[in-house]
């Protein structure tokens, strides 16, 4: 059985441009989180997906974005980078579905530094 | 706001005795509580859950205890071993919202 995995693993880039990272759910899990750890502090909610829709957001503005897809590996999208954005951004799968909660597992990580 | 805390920064451990993690929270909707420890360069590992109707779980050396009247839980490690040494995050959530509030974390130290 083949965890969470996410690609790059780690990643520079400039204040204003694009950043896309990717994520592939432990097989069977149909559910995909996203959250961002800044040094020091515990992994904060972005959003979430199930089955290719947003089933939840966080507090983070709109530049944040996401996709599922059909084999439910999914994409964080940040626009115009800021300094602040310069954190670790995990992903998480779960089996979902219904009601009740279930143990999200965690992919390595992607560090993201912005200049 | 800080939904959930973890008021200890780091703790350190004889190996073999016990140590303990303590988390409190702030809202009486939580009614799903994790555990996850993290090493350096990898993601959050999961160690142990409790619901609310519980106030009691356990699994190995890992036992996480619930007061739902204090909002406060606890992690049990017992007994310690060096490679317990890490990041411990404590979570929760309202059911059905799949969505994760952490703590800061405590950094344990297990001493050989």
């Known amino acids: 059985e083949t965890g969470v995995t996410q690609s790059p693993t780690h990643l520079i880039k400039t204040r204003g441009q694009q950043v896309t990272l990717r994520c592939s759910s432990q097989s069977g899990h149909n559910t995909v989180s996203w959250y961002q750890q800044a040094l020091g502090q515990g992994p904060q909610f972005i959003f979430q997906y199930y089955r290719e829709e947003e089933n939840g957001r966080g507090n983070f503005p709109p530049r944040f974005s996401g996709l599922q897809f059909p084999n439910y590996s999914s994409e964080l999208n940040v626009n115009a980078l800021e300094l602040d954005d310069s954190a670790l951004y995990l992903c998480?799968?779960?089996?979902?579905?219904?009601?009740?909660?279930?143990?999200?597992?965690f992919g390595p990580g992607t560090r993201l530094t912005v200049t | 706001d800080q939904q959930v805390k973890q008021n200890s920064p780091s703790l350190s451990v004889q190996e073999g005795r016990i140590s303990i993690l303590n988390c409190d929270y702030t809202n009486s909707m939580f009614d799903y509580f994790l555990w996850y420890k993290k090493y350096p360069a990898e993601g959050p590992t999961f160690l142990i859950s409790?619901?609310?109707?519980?106030d009691k779980n356990e699994d190995g050396r890992f036992t996480v205890f619930l007061n739902k009247s204090a909002k406060h839980l606890s992690l049990h490690i017992v007994p310690s071993q060096p490679g317990d040494s890490a990041v411990y995050f404590c979570?929760?959530?309202?059911?059905?919202?799949?969505?994760?509030?952490f703590g800061t974390g405590t950094r344990l130290k297990v001493l050989a």
């Open positions: 979570a929760a959530s309202e059911q059905g919202t799949y969505k994760y509030i």
């Open positions: 998480a799968s779960s089996p979902g579905g219904g009601d009740g909660t279930y143990e999200q597992y």
């Open positions: 409790i619901s609310s109707i519980k």
